[in-house]
């Protein structure tokens, strides 16, 4: 069965830091990758996604997220973290083109220090 | 244009009773989704509605859940017994067009807790 793992629980850095949340798929082929941020009391709010291209991905707020084919891997980066990038982050894969549902990792919690 | 809209925000309500979460999709959008996420776990499919019909409801957990979503616009999800196990935040999302490529709106989630 396909799945998402998002190895890191809980990560914290330094204001200005650079960031990566890792991210690893379990799927034959290529899916469609997704990276959502959730903040405090909000909804979840996409940041980037890849189905096709060119592999590395930029999105919303800095954020940018590479393909790795050879590794399935999704991984999140930004260079220099901010205060309000602080949130839970989620990888999420669509595995059929005609397909529905997005399968979830558990979510990795950023915290920001000062 | 309006994002995708849930309420209640919270609700809490005592194992046995029934509670109805209510999602207004972006407007035009035939596509709704219901997921959930239990404390601790992943955030989980639920179902898939095209317009008025069920495209996928594979992920209902059980026969105590009942959605719809009458004339394509606004779905309901019906929680009725409630169980402890159902607490947790329940997402709705829209899109166009399905399939991957074309990005899912979340709405902010229903909190449901079960006491």
């Known amino acids: 069965a396909q799945s998402v793992t998002q190895p890191d629980i809980h990560i914290t850095v330094s204001e200005g830091a650079s960031l990566e949340l890792r991210c690893n798929y379990s799927y034959g082929a290529t899916p469609y990758l997704f990276w959502y941020v959730q903040s405090p009391g909000q909804g979840l709010q996409l940041l980037l996604k890849y189905f096709s291209g060119d592999t590395l991905v930029q999105g919303i707020k800095g954020f940018e997220a590479e393909f790795k084919r050879s590794q399935s891997s999704f991984n999140l980066r930004k260079p220099s973290v901010h205060w309000s990038d602080a949130a839970e982050y989620f990888c999420a894969v669509v595995t059929n083109q005609a397909g529905t549902a997005l399968i979830f990792g558990k979510g990795t919690t950023l915290s920001v220090s000062s | 244009e309006a994002g995708v809209t849930q309420f209640p925000s919270h609700s809490v309500i005592e194992k046995g009773q029934t509670v109805t979460l209510r999602c207004d999709p972006i407007?035009?959008?035939?596509?709704l989704y219901w997921y959930r996420r239990v404390m601790g776990k992943e955030i989980k499919f639920l179902l898939h509605?095209?317009?008025?019909?069920?495209?996928?409801e594979s992920g209902m957990p059980n026969n105590r859940f009942l959605a719809e979503r009458t004339g394509g616009t606004y779905s309901t999800l019906k929680v009725q017994p409630a169980e402890l196990e159902d607490s947790g935040v329940y997402f709705c999302a829209s899109s166009q067009v399905a399939g991957g490529p074309y990005g899912y709106t979340f709405g902010s989630g229903t909190r449901l807790t079960v006491v």
């Open positions: 509605f095209v317009k008025e019909s069920k495209q996928d």
């Open positions: 407007s035009g959008h035939d596509n």
